[in-house]
């Protein structure tokens, strides 16, 4: 089949869209070996590392990275024993500018019958979030709210990441910090 492509470049969004995506938010990267990437990332280009979650929250360990004052834009999921071992992107990520576009994100997504894989807070970053899956098995994440680590390099404590598996508990039950006031 022959790609059209000026009729790919006259593609626009339709009128009215809900939420606007702002930025890509974060790649998260499937990797075979966690120490050894982490080690790359940090001495060789130079991020910095925010969390980790040993085996126990994440079969081969999950690293959070940060180039700036996001509480991470990139993250390392290890493959984990057992598990294939081809190398592949994990997910990416999109924030919105306030917490309503993700609930207008998540309304949109139910309206166009696309399976929703998680709603709600995750742990570290603390951001709220909705998963899903593109057309070609893709992990997105539409986010708002991710913490931002200062100069002083203070990353928020386990203690307080409260996560939940749905946006109603994650604006009810809120971190430290983070506004979930609803304009209405």
């Given at each position: ?52 979650y040993p085996e ?88 708002w709210g991710l913490?931002?680590?200062?100069t002083n390099g ?31």
């Open positions: 089949m022959a790609l059209e492509v000026e009729k790919l470049r006259k593609m626009t969004p339709p009128a009215g869209m809900p939420f606007k995506i702002r930025r890509l938010g974060h790649v998260v990267l499937q990797v075979s070996d966690l120490e050894r990437s982490v080690t790359f990332y940090t001495q060789i280009l130079g991020f910095k590392v925010s969390d980790v126990e929250l994440q079969p081969g360990g999950f690293a959070f990275l940060r180039c700036n004052t996001d509480h991470h834009c990139l993250a390392l999921v290890g493959a984990g024993p057992g598990r294939s071992k081809h190398i592949e992107l994990h997910h990416i990520a999109f924030e919105v500018g306030t917490l309503e576009e993700v609930i207008r994100a998540r309304d949109r997504l139910r309206a166009h019958n696309v399976p929703l894989s998680f709603e709600g807070r995750r742990r570290a970053g603390c951001q709220i979030s909705v998963e899903f899956h593109d057309p070609d098995n893709h992990s997105v994440e539409i986010y913490d931002q680590v200062g203070y990353v928020r404590p386990a203690s307080e990441w409260k996560g939940v598996r749905t946006l109603e508990e994650a604006i009810a039950n809120p971190v430290p910090g983070q506004d979930t006031h609803i304009n209405k």
